[in-house]
């Protein structure tokens, strides 16, 4: 939207902030197809969830895949078949919407990370969750190999999330750790500074199984 004068910016953007007040920390949410996803606007869909998020709102979005499933099946070769206009999934179609559902769902994450300067994601600071996850904290480290190397640690998993591989894992251990130790000062006061690391994840569990 083009505004001929600030005063216009102003008017329309004070005739927001009730709805802003009203929904600052609700949750939404949207869902879209693949067809969505595929489109070469897809972006502008990205910029609308950012700027959703920058005020507040918590985001779930659920996404379809049947255009991609589509397309890898047609790839494959693979004949389908419909009862009532629904497919018949079997293992190939399984394996197909599996493919299908996991690279959509990479690429909204790695496009909701896109914090590009001089674009509506600049200064983005959006946490994607998928599938489970654990949260832990530190109860022990070790000294890295090397001066130039992050301690190894063994953290304590405090709380779970989702029922899936991780739902049962009680420790998790970072081990063979390479690199990540900052040296020297920054340029200036309140800059950030980053060192690239590696490091094995162990995540561990009670139970035989």
Known sequence: MAFAVPAEFVKSFRSAAPYIHAFSGRTFVVAFGGEVVADSRFMALIHDLNLLASLGVRLVLVHGARPQIESRLAHLKHRTHYINGLRVTDD??????????????????????????????????????????????????????????????????????????????????????????????????????????????????????
Not at 161 to 180: E, L
Not at 190 to 202: I, K
């Open 92 to 209: 190939i179609a399984l394996s197909c919407a599996k493919e299908a559902s996991g690279r959509i769902r990479v690429e909204i994450e790695a496009l909701l990370s896109m914090g590009l300067p001089n674009s509506p994601m600049a200064g983005a600071d959006i946490r994607v969750a998928s599938g489970d996850f654990v949260t832990a904290k530190p109860i022990g480290n070790a000294p890295g190999q090397t001066q130039a190397d992050i301690p190894w640690l063994k953290l304590e998993v405090i709380d779970h999330r989702g029922t899936g591989t991780f739902s049962r894992v009680t420790t998790v251990q970072r081990i063979n750790t390479r690199g990540g130790v900052v040296t020297g000062a920054c340029e200036q006061a309140g800059s950030y500074r980053s060192a690239p690391y590696a490091a094995d994840y162990v995540f561990l569990r009670n139970g035989s199984d």
